[in-house]
């Protein structure tokens, strides 16, 4: 079910034409569950209504509850500021804040006249404050979907920063380097991204490790503890 959830996905951000096979009611219920859980409702919609033309409908009254509940999350596109992160752990807040100050002058760039974040900033940015989401166990695809619009405006430009360092080099300064690249997995295999527009290598054992939780839903306590200790060993 997971994969159809993220062919939906590709379908509903021009990845994909079509599901690999039909939904059956019971699934297309399964995948509007999926869909909220995840804040990705509004633009799975756009999925399902895409999917029409190949035939492939969901269930009447749940294409009403689907589109209601779209109308409530519209989705904006993108101002190009991707929101500061919250770093919990005081080591990374201080390397973060010292690497903001010997960076300030690269952090903008602008694009049509407006000023946004240039891309290697948003995407230290977005791996900051998915990192914390992924230790409170709050990481979504919408989270991931966001990082893909993100890389996808980029068009695999990611210039270094004014101090003479690569957004690789930062990425493993601010010690999330193994989580970036993970997630950057995550993106290439839920979302089928271009590995040649990515701007450093992906992680498949790390991706799946990230990609296994935040899929599921209800975990026994003994497992979560076991989860919790590997985590931290890992990232």
């Excluded at 034409?17 to 909220?36: A, M, T, V």
């Excluded at 589109?67 to 989705?75: F, G, I, L, R, V």
């Amino acid at each position: 079910m997971n994969e159809l959830f993220f062919e939906l996905i590709q379908v509903s951000t021009g990845q994909l034409d079509c599901l690999s096979r039909g939904p059956s009611p019971e699934e297309w219920q399964q995948l509007y569950d999926l869909s909220k859980r995840h804040g990705v409702t509004a633009l799975c919609y756009q999925g399902v209504v895409r999917l029409f033309e190949f035939g492939l409908r969901a269930p009447q009254d749940l294409s009403i509850d689907w589109m209601a509940d779209a109308e409530e999350q519209p989705q904006g596109a993108s101002s190009g500021i991707v929101p500061f992160p919250q770093v919990s752990n005081p080591l990374r807040r201080m390397l973060f804040n010292r690497w903001l100050t010997n960076n300030s002058n690269t952090l903008y760039v602008y694009k049509d006249k407006q000023k946004v974040h240039a891309p290697s900033v948003a995407v230290v940015f977005h791996l900051l404050a998915d990192y914390e989401l992924y230790h409170q166990d709050k990481l979504t695809m919408g989270h991931v979907v966001d990082f893909f619009e993100l890389l996808r405006q980029s068009e695999g430009h990611f210039d270094k920063f004014s101090d003479g360092s690569s957004l690789v080099h930062t990425l493993r300064i601010l010690g999330i380097w193994r989580f970036a690249r993970s997630m950057m997995w995550i993106v290439g295999h839920t979302l089928a991204f271009d590995a040649q527009l990515m701007p450093y290598k992906t992680m498949e054992i790390g991706g799946r490790f990230v990609l296994d939780r935040m899929m599921q839903t209800d975990m026994p306590l003994k497992e979560r503890l076991k989860y919790s200790f590997w985590r931290y060993v890992k990232f």
